[in-house]
């Protein structure tokens, strides 16, 4: 990723205008189909179409029941009965989740969805065999490279939601700080306050998360710095438990995640009840029934925004984008409930700042906010190969108008780079 790319905004917008292939259009409604009312064209949900499944947990893990909660909202709202929905549930990340995929194409599924990254691999090689079916590989980053039209990606900028739950943490520290009750042991040498996050995988997904999260923080409070432990697993609830205790016994006041279950935020109640001071900011689900006293919010995701457009889509027998990402402007991500431990005018800070997302007046990796190696990029060519060629014609510069535009030239996060401030651990 050496070479220099122009820099064109239609180049971003390529993406955006391949589509994946789906099955034939569907006209009037006719006897045994389901119309959704309420949208600005109705849509018709013919009696044999089915939407498949594939889930890496089932509803007792965060990130998963993000997405179910997504799939049911959305057929509820378009009128998809139940028993047109296929759900295949705890599928791991390997072969088994194409034997998933060719068990839901048997069952008739018209489009299958699956959540997680590691998926991606299996579903394309379905992809390949049944090009009648559409395939969604969420959080995938290799749709446009595959060939395949039929193999779609998507995602949401929860970029924007983990820089607002930064700074809902930066307004807390700030308050503390006001106060004096920020312990010694949270200061380091040069006066900054630890901050800790508790990462799944040294993947540009998390990089991307963590970065927002720490840059939202910094737009508070500025004198912060952070360290990332990471627990090589999406969801490992003592893993992600002893990973805050390590960062808190390191003397981090606030503990972030980017890891799917309630490990952190509990175990950042149980030292809170032992006399430690620190906080949580949790990921996909409100953490205040395990952290009622230290959990501050949660970026999430609203996955029913996407999950909407794209069944509907499907059913009227329209191509699926082959990349979509969208943000707070759509409501596809937001933050969770303010818990009782947040500083005083959280709310009115937080509606300031998601206004200023919206309208797109604030752009969360503005460079003027971050150096890297004591300087400031201008420049940052991303891999949008799929397979890392770092030689490839299709890698592109992602900075231009001062800021690194992420998830558009695919929906996948492609911000990895390493700012100054950020400690990885391991």
């Not at 109705?42 to 499944?53: E, Q, Y």
């Not at 997405?67 to 990340?93: M, R």
């Not at 952070?226 to 805050?244: H, Q």
């Not at 509606?351 to 797109?360: Q, R, T």
Request: hydrophobic share 40%.
């Amino acid at each position: 990723m050496k070479k220099l790319v122009s820099l064109l905004l239609t180049g971003a917008m390529v993406f955006s205008l391949v589509a994946c292939g789906n099955n034939a259009a569907t006209e009037e409604p006719s006897a045994g189909e389901n119309v959704a009312e309420g949208t600005e064209e109705s849509t018709a949900i013919p009696a044999d179409f089915k939407v498949g499944a594939i889930m890496l947990g089932d509803e007792n893990e965060g990130y998963t029941f993000a997405h179910i909660d997504g799939i049911k909202k959305a057929c509820e709202a378009l009128g998809v009965p139940e028993d047109q929905v296929v759900w295949k549930y705890n599928i791991s990340e390997d072969a088994s989740c194409y034997d998933a995929a060719m068990d839901l194409v048997d069952a008739g599924c018209n489009v299958i969805f699956s959540n997680s990254y590691g998926h991606q691999t299996y579903m394309q090689q379905a992809a390949a065999e049944v090009p009648d079916v559409t395939f969604v590989a969420m959080t995938g980053d290799t749709a446009t490279v595959s060939g395949l039209p039929n193999l779609c990606n998507a995602f949401t900028n929860v970029y924007e939601s983990r820089y607002v739950s930064g700074v809902v943490a930066g307004m807390k520290i700030a308050e503390m700080d006001a106060k004096g009750e920020i312990p010694a042991v949270s200061i380091d040498a040069d006066g900054n306050v630890k901050i800790g996050y508790v990462g799944a995988y040294p993947y540009a997904e998390v990089v991307s998360g963590y970065t927002a999260f720490y840059l939202g923080v910094k737009s508070v409070y500025e004198n912060v710095v952070m360290e990332v432990s990471y627990t090589n697993s999406w969801f490992d609830i003592t893993a992600e438990g002893e990973a805050a205790k390590a960062l808190m016994s390191d003397g981090c006041l606030i503990i972030g995640q980017h890891a799917d279950s309630t490990g952190a935020p509990a175990a950042v109640q149980a030292a809170h009840e032992a006399g430690t001071v620190a906080y949580s900011v949790g990921y996909n689900v409100d953490m205040l029934s395990v952290a009622p006293d230290v959990a501050l919010t949660s970026a999430t995701n609203n996955w029913s925004v996407y999950y909407e457009y794209a069944i509907a889509t499907a059913a009227k027998g329209e191509a699926i984008p082959q990349n979509w990402a969208k943000g707070y402007a759509e409501d596809a991500v937001k933050i969770t409930e303010l818990g009782s431990a947040c500083a005083e005018g959280t709310a009115e800070k937080v509606a300031e700042v998601e206004a200023a997302l919206k309208d797109g007046s604030l752009h969360v990796f503005d460079t003027s906010k971050f150096t890297v190696g004591g300087a400031t990029l201008d420049e940052y060519v991303i891999d949008l190969t799929g397979d890392f060629d770092t030689d490839d014609e299709e890698d592109q510069n992602a900075i231009w108008d001062g800021y690194f535009h992420e998830s558009e030239f695919r929906s996948a996060p492609s911000f990895d780079i390493r700012v100054d401030g950020i400690t990885e651990l391991n």
